[in-house]
Nanobody
Framework: QVQLVESGGGLVQPGGSLRLACAAS????????MGWYRQAPGKQRELVSTVSSSGVPNYADSVKGRFTISKDNAKNMVYLQMNSLKPEDTAVYYC?????????????WGQGTQVTVSS
């Protein structure tokens, strides 16, 4: 089991920045893939960014160049630095952790944190 707790959401003006944080209950180094997803009202949950256990990041096209994912293995934390925010970035942001065994994939979710980009 992996418990995830997000923080850092809030209200920000267009062009502003926020940093989301995800605290994991176990070593993030041992988790195969960690990431951030978001869900806007009336839309499906979508991938924002992931980072592998070896630190390789991946980004959705819509956030490339604006968002940066990072993790701190010592603190069991994953971060999402969001710059140049746009109104269309408004959503609930969820932290996700994925572990693989030989036969099974386990996926864990946090409770989400609201990000609102508005003037």
């Amino acid at each position: 089991q992996v418990q995830l707790v997000e923080s850092g959401g809030g209200l920000v003006q267009p062009g502003g920045s926020l940093r989301l944080a995800c605290a994991a209950s176990r070593s993030v180094f041992s988790i195969d893939l960690m990431g951030w997803y978001r869900q806007a009202p009336g839309k499906q949950r979508e991938l924002v960014s992931t980072v592998s256990s070896s630190g390789v990041p991946n980004y959705a096209d819509s956030v490339k160049g604006r968002f940066t994912i990072s993790k701190d293995n010592a603190k069991n934390m994953v971060y999402l630095q969001m710059n140049s925010l746009k109104p269309e970035d408004t959503a609930v942001y969820y932290c996700n952790a994925v572990r693989y065994t030989i036969t099974t994939m386990y996926s864990y979710w946090g409770q989400g944190t609201q990000v609102t980009v508005s003037s």
